[in-house]
């Protein structure tokens, strides 16, 4: 089997809420077919340009926000630079004009209602994500491309070979975790440092605790805008934002700082019982999943909609494990990488594909495995960690009510990464030798249990949660 190159940066990717399938996908492959555009036919007129949904794009996209990321990415917007304060004025004033500027150029007319068509029957082979973008052009010539949101963020054109990353040749490849592991005996090195020796294939040492550093910094910034941040979530069900006011009530209503580190320096003040301890988690998770249901920036971890597990396990060994260190945040960050990886190989990321497990335990495996190394566990313990973790939530849904990113996706996040931290736990106090299931064997069993799952529960809104509370978006 060929060795896919996959860097840590491509599981964690800085862009805008509520999903990394169905908002930063459909994003991207927008940005690419303007490139497309603005490559090939600079010296025609664009007359039009229609976007077609398929699968279940179609289906939660409304929910998802993936209307608006098509307008952001047609405007030549960048998902991770972008004020996200400017995107409700930006959709409003293409709605009303009924125009859009494509990659910021002449304006062309454009209207949401029937230039982007929900295709809610249809579904594209390859993958239930699917988007097509047609253009036409004054002297009479039309264009298409297709493009698969395979979650993540991840985007594969129609027809589109290997990309120049997965020809990269990285010094130890991996596919798999016993690759992994190999390659940590064989060395002696931890996993956090093989990733780190596959990295410099792209770029320094230098440059990817830099991008790494970025990365914590969006997470931390998140964290902590969340646990301030008050009032309803968007889109119609009226949630209630609860981060707020736990944040408040577990520092007892004290408000007297004003940064980050002077709010980490009252969390640890307030003592480290093991409630106070879990009501963080909770608080941590909710704070960034609040953010991400908002349009807010995130980081996917591996994905938007479990975009609050890893900060919350992150930031629990900075407060409470005396994690608070660059270097060591920076290789929390690779392990968690490497394992988010090894699944996406092996099995999906994809909530389209393979339900909430893919999302929700993915992210909780990751973030085991991570605070497992972090904490002084061994290679085998911290891939331990993540195979507890996974193998409890085997089988979950994706059931988003009204398709929304809301009910349950945020509370879910919450107990993954209370999961990771038991998980984290028992493989600490144990003895992989003697372990009954492997890492590999759990993955493998993941994308067997996805090939099974019905579509309905495979973010489609169709089953579960989302009929048994009957909301649709037209009510809301």
Not at 13 to 24: A, C, R
Not at 249 to 265: A, M, R, S, V
Request: aromatic share 8%; glycine share 10%; proline share 4%.
């Amino acid at each position: 089997m060929p060795h896919e190159a996959i860097s840590a940066f491509d599981m964690f990717k800085i862009g805008v809420g509520p999903s990394s399938s169905h908002t930063l996908g459909p994003w991207k492959a927008a940005l690419r077919f303007v490139h497309t555009i603005e490559t090939n036919y600079t010296g025609t007129s664009l007359q039009s340009v229609t976007v077609l949904l398929y699968g279940s794009l179609a289906k939660t996209g409304k929910g998802h926000g993936t209307d608006i990321a098509v307008l952001m990415g047609l405007c030549g917007e960048n998902p991770e630079t972008i004020d996200v304060d400017s995107i409700t004025p930006k959709v409003k004033a293409i709605t009303t004009n009924k125009q859009i500027l494509i990659g910021g150029g002449k304006p062309v007319a454009y209207d949401p209602l029937t230039n982007l068509q929900f295709l809610f029957t249809e579904t594209l082979p390859f993958h239930p994500n699917g988007i097509s973008f047609l253009a036409a052009f004054s002297n009479g010539e039309t264009i298409s491309e297709t493009y698969y949101s395979i979650g993540g963020g991840f985007v594969v054109k129609e027809g589109e070979g290997q990309s120049s990353k997965d020809a990269v040749q990285l010094p130890f490849p991996i596919n798999t975790a016993n690759d992994l592991l190999h390659w940590c005996i064989k060395t002696g090195f931890a996993i956090y440092e093989v990733v780190m020796e596959n990295e410099n294939a792209w770029r320094s040492d230098a440059d990817t605790k830099k991008g790494m550093l970025r990365i914590w910094h969006t997470m931390r910034d998140c964290t902590y805008r969340g646990c301030h941040n008050r009032g309803e979530l968007p889109g119609g069900l009226h949630v209630r934002r609860r981060a707020a006011d736990l944040n408040k009530k577990l520092l007892c209503g004290e408000t007297h700082y004003t940064n980050y580190d002077e709010w980490l320096q009252l969390i640890r003040d307030k003592g480290n019982s093991f409630q106070y301890i879990l009501d963080w988690v909770s608080c941590f998770a909710l704070a960034v999943n609040e953010e991400n249901a908002s349009f807010g920036r995130v980081v996917t971890a591996p994905t938007n909609g479990a975009a609050g597990v890893i900060p919350a396990v992150l930031q629990y060994f900075i407060c409470f494990c005396n994690g608070y260190d660059d270097e060591k945040i920076i290789r929390f960050l690779l392990t968690a990488a490497e394992i988010g990886s090894i699944f996406k190989k092996g099995a999906t990321i994809s909530a389209a594909m393979g339900g909430c497990q893919a999302e929700i335990g993915v992210s909780s495996a990751m973030a085991a495995a991570a605070l497992t190394e972090s904490l002084g566990g061994t290679q085998k313990q911290a891939m331990m960690a993540a195979e507890i973790a996974m193998e409890h939530h085997l089988g979950l849904t994706c059931d988003p009510v009204a398709g929304l990113v809301q009910v349950p996706c945020i509370e879910r996040n919450t107990m993954g990464a209370i999961k990771a931290i038991t998980a984290s736990q028992l493989a600490l106090q144990s003895a992989p030798d003697y372990a009954k299931v492997s890492l590999d064997n759990v993955i493998k069993t993941m994308w067997n249990t996805a090939l099974d799952m019905n579509s309905k529960y495979k973010e489609t809104a169709d089953g579960g949660l989302a009929v048994a509370i009957p909301i649709s978006l037209s009510e809301c």
